[in-house]
């Protein structure tokens, strides 16, 4: 199979040539630092000391990835998941209370929307499950 081509940056007037399509080092870094700052520190977006105690109250119960049990391993967990991304931090940005009550809600629905996964697992799969709905 021949190489692919190279790309360009998707940077608007950088013209770097690269070898995957995307973003040169300088502007995914940028890119990068753009979006942490959007998304906010992880207490505006709810991971308080109470969360903190919740999640690893979860992880004693339930202590195994779920992904990884699904295809037939036994994997520790290590992130508490929402199921249903809740948004927290935008709900509060918007300053609209019923948007804020139903981010609470889903941020703190443990029967519905925590699930435990392995790190791997919610860096991989899960993100690409959440790419995919988009």
């Given at each position: 199979m021949p190489p692919r081509p190279k790309s360009i940056c998707r940077q608007a007037g950088c013209g770097k040539t690269i070898a995957e399509p995307?973003?040169?080092?300088?502007?995914?870094?940028?890119?990068?630092?753009?979006?942490?700052?959007?998304?906010?520190?992880?207490?505006?977006?709810?991971?308080?000391?109470?969360?903190?105690k919740a999640r690893a109250a979860w992880l004693r119960k339930y202590p195994l990835c779920v992904y990884c049990m699904r295809a037939g391993r036994v994997q520790a967990a290590n992130v508490v998941d929402h199921i249903i991304a809740h948004k927290l931090k935008e709900a509060l940005d918007s300053g609209d209370e019923a948007r804020i009550a139903r981010a609470k809600a889903l941020f703190w629905d443990s029967e519905n929307n925590w699930q435990s996964l392995c790190k791997p697992c919610h860096d991989s799969v899960k993100q690409a499950e959440e790419k995919a709905d988009r």
């Amino acid at each position: 199979m021949p190489p692919r081509p190279k790309s360009i940056c998707r940077q608007a007037g950088c013209g770097k040539t690269i070898a995957e399509p995307g973003y040169c080092d300088k502007h995914l870094k940028a890119k990068r630092k753009d979006e942490d700052e959007q998304r906010g520190t992880a207490q505006e977006r709810g991971y308080t000391s109470a969360w903190t105690k919740a999640r690893a109250a979860w992880l004693r119960k339930y202590p195994l990835c779920v992904y990884c049990m699904r295809a037939g391993r036994v994997q520790a967990a290590n992130v508490v998941d929402h199921i249903i991304a809740h948004k927290l931090k935008e709900a509060l940005d918007s300053g609209d209370e019923a948007r804020i009550a139903r981010a609470k809600a889903l941020f703190w629905d443990s029967e519905n929307n925590w699930q435990s996964l392995c790190k791997p697992c919610h860096d991989s799969v899960k993100q690409a499950e959440e790419k995919a709905d988009r």
